[in-house]
């Protein structure tokens, strides 16, 4: 009897010094005013206090519906989130349509998402520490749409404009090869830097899958909607200066 009463007495002593605690807040818009997207979703905390430390987790989907009345192809902002007890992170948006599709008025997509399992925080705090308001914030800092116009910061996306050069010229090159060997050897050689070889990764996977000459359409149709789209920036710079 004795043993047992030991038992149960550690028992309610574990139990007593843990507990789990979860918070789900909406995720809100802190962008500049005039924001073309609405911003929606969710993000939930699940904080494991121990005695000298807290756990946490996060699962989160944000959501934008385009509310512009025009195409969208370029979209750049950062995600805020961060539990009671701290541990935030920012996660980098961006969404380009440069090359193929665009975001049409109306049509809602997904800014970020998290991937349950894959980010758990061991925060070493207090549970007596005091806690701030979780937060869910996403700031859009630079649209680009189809016409050319484009809102916010656009020193945001020098880095994007850049890499477009280097992914036009790549597509281009390639597009010239005369044969399927030196087709199939341009597009396995990999481009700088490693965002910008994305594209030709996609590309890839369809001439694995589909065949030279169906990564050869892609291309075309890359080369092409990227041709259309730069004459259209070019037009609406003119037009602004």
């Given at each position: 009897?004795?043993?047992r ?6 028992l309610c ?15 809100t818009?802190?962008s500049e005013?005039?924001n073309?997207?609405?911003?929606s979703g969710t ?12 756990t ?11 509310v512009?009345?025009?195409?969208i ?28 599709g ?20 061991d925060?070493?705090?207090?549970p007596?520490?005091?806690v701030?308001?979780?937060k ?10 189809l ?9 945001v996306a ?20 005369g ?8 597009l ?7 965002a910008?070889?994305s594209?030709?990764?996609?590309i ?17 149709t890359?080369?092409f ?17």
């Open positions: 009897m004795r043993v009463a030991a038992i149960f007495g550690f002593l574990t139990l007593s010094a843990w507990s789990q605690l979860t918070y789900t807040v909406p995720v818009d802190k005013p005039g073309p997207v609405k911003i993000a939930s905390f699940s904080e494991l206090v121990l005695a000298d430390s807290v946490s987790s996060s699962n989160f989907l944000v959501e934008a519906r385009n512009s009345g025009k195409a192809i370029l979209l750049l902002g950062y995600f805020d989130e961060a539990g009671p007890y701290g541990g935030g992170t920012r996660h980098l948006i961006e969404v380009d349509h440069f090359f193929w665009e975001i049409d008025p109306g049509l809602s997509f997904v800014l970020a998402r998290s991937h349950p399992g894959t980010r758990i925080l925060l070493h705090a207090s007596s520490e005091p701030s308001a979780p869910a914030e996403v700031n859009v800092e630079y649209v680009e749409f016409d050319g116009s484009s809102y916010g910061d656009a020193t020098n880095d994007i404009h850049e890499m477009r050069t280097v992914m036009f010229d790549a597509l281009r090159r390639i597009d010239r090869a044969s399927t060997e030196e087709f199939q050897g341009l396995e050689e990999k481009i700088q830097p490693d910008a070889d594209l030709l990764a996609a890839r996977h369809t001439e694995k899958r589909y065949g030279v000459a169906a990564a050869r359409r892609q291309i075309h890359a080369i909607v990227a041709e259309q789209r730069t004459r259209a920036l070019r037009v609406f710079e003119r037009a602004r200066k």
